[in-house]
């Protein structure tokens, strides 16, 4: 029994030509033949290899034999095979303005592309590309697609601000800077400057123009303001109750009062000096009323201009003008009256007409140029036609005085004649 136990356990001889196909198989390789209903080889079989497709072999010797149950390969070198080169991408080590991510240029890799800043990718066809894009080696030894480009980095223009003006530095190219800045009377919200970023975006928010203005201001205690405005150079007036004192004040470019409100009594009546009398002890008071010197100032029309030789005061007059092309309505000039008022008490604006207004003055000026020049014309002809002589055939024939032409009519009838009626 334990001999046949022994027998058991001895392992048997491999039978001969019991190579496994399996044992040939390689990523890289392909039997030359189907194989796949032959599940083993004899021995002394000689199988050939080839490359798959994308793949050439690393030597010349190709064969593998069938060993009893393994296989030997002709050369003590390991049979194998390398992917087909595809070469450079556009046959340089680099690309213009960028270089490759990796330089594995056979099948079948992936080779990837960084471009230099101020520079973004493009396919061959100038698409922009994000950073993953690639192109691949194929297994005909050829790229899958050109080679991209890395091109400048080009900004938007930008926008213009309204009542301001942008400016911009090297073009609009990468690292470029774009400069704002407002016309008068106005004050930039937003960065003075912007920068062309790696995106072509141009850094920071967009700024604007505001314009300046004044805070309104209040009523100081015992007195009242009057506001006619709150832009540059607009003018406000105090006034105190008590004594009738009154103050302007300008607004500045700079967004405040030129000057401070007053600060008004807050009696009503001014005492005045006592007058002793032999007859009272009783100190007198009386009221002093200040008459007003000037009229509140005023400000030019919007798309206008106002002109003043004597400033605002009692008696002096304004005049207003506007600009061309636009059309005054209201008083062209206005005076200012005893007590601080304006007479009229309205102050004109300035509009720009309509354009069927425009489009009517134009015609009606075509017309009358055209009736003038007719007119002439007409005039230059007749002129002409007076001077010009006679036509050959035409003469004129001039009768030799009669015997009746010096007589009158009287003369005649008492003479018992017909008158004769005679024509040129």
């Not at 046959?91 to 056979?106: A, Q």
């Not at 200040?290 to 106002?306: E, M, Q």
């Amino acid at each position: 029994l334990h001999v046949l136990w022994a027998l058991l356990l001895v392992p048997l001889p491999p039978c001969a030509g019991d190579c496994d196909p399996d044992q040939l198989s390689d990523d890289n390789l392909k039997h030359t033949k189907d194989y796949t209903t032959q599940k083993s080889f004899p021995n002394g079989t000689v199988h050939a290899y080839r490359c798959q497709n994308g793949y050439q072999p690393a030597n010349e010797r190709r064969n593998a034999t069938c060993r009893g149950t393994v296989w030997e390969l002709d050369t003590a070198r390991p049979l194998g095979c390398h992917g087909v080169g595809c070469g450079a991408p556009g046959g340089k080590d680099s690309i213009d303005h960028g270089t490759f991510r990796s330089y594995l240029f056979t099948f079948p890799n992936k080779v990837e592309f960084d471009c230099e800043r101020g520079y973004r990718l493009h396919s061959h066809d100038n698409q922009l590309v994000d950073s993953a894009y690639g192109i691949y080696c194929q297994s005909n030894g050829e790229w899958s697609e050109p080679p991209p480009k890395c091109l400048a980095v080009v900004c938007p223009q930008p926008k213009a601000v309204s009542h301001g003006r942008v400016e911009t530095s090297a073009g609009l190219k990468y690292r470029a800077v774009a400069h704002y800045e407002c016309d008068g009377g106005h004050r930039l919200v937003g960065p003075s400057s912007r920068e062309c970023q790696e995106n072509a975006t141009w850094s920071g928010a967009e700024p604007v123009c505001e314009e300046v203005k004044c805070s309104t201001p209040a009523n100081p205690p015992y007195g009242h303001v009057v506001v006619t405005g709150t832009s540059i150079d607009d003018v406000i007036i105090y006034k105190c109750f008590a004594d009738g004192f009154t103050m302007s004040s300008r607004c500045l470019p700079q967004g405040v009062w030129s000057r401070d409100p007053p600060k008004c009594r807050p009696d009503k009546q001014q005492p005045a000096p006592a007058t002793p009398t032999s007859t009272s002890t009783t100190p007198k008071t009386t009221t002093t009323t200040v008459a007003p010197t000037h009229c509140i100032p005023l400000s030019g029309p919007t798309n206008g201009k106002l002109f003043s030789a004597e400033g605002f005061g009692v008696n002096s007059s304004v005049i207003f003008i506007c600009n061309e092309g636009y059309v005054m309505r209201g008083p062209s000039n206005v005076t200012c009256r005893p007590g601080g008022v304006w007479d009229p008490p309205v102050a004109p604006t300035c509009f720009a007409p309509p354009p069927w207004l425009i489009i009517l003055s134009v015609c009606l000026a075509g017309l009358a140029t055209l009736v003038l020049c007719c007119l002439g014309l007409f005039y230059i002809l007749k002129r002409r036609r007076r001077k010009s002589p006679p036509a050959q055939g035409y003469r004129r024939q001039i009768r030799k005085p009669g015997p009746y032409d010096a007589c009158t009519r009287d003369e005649v009838t008492r003479l018992g004649k017909p008158f004769p009626v005679t024509s040129l």
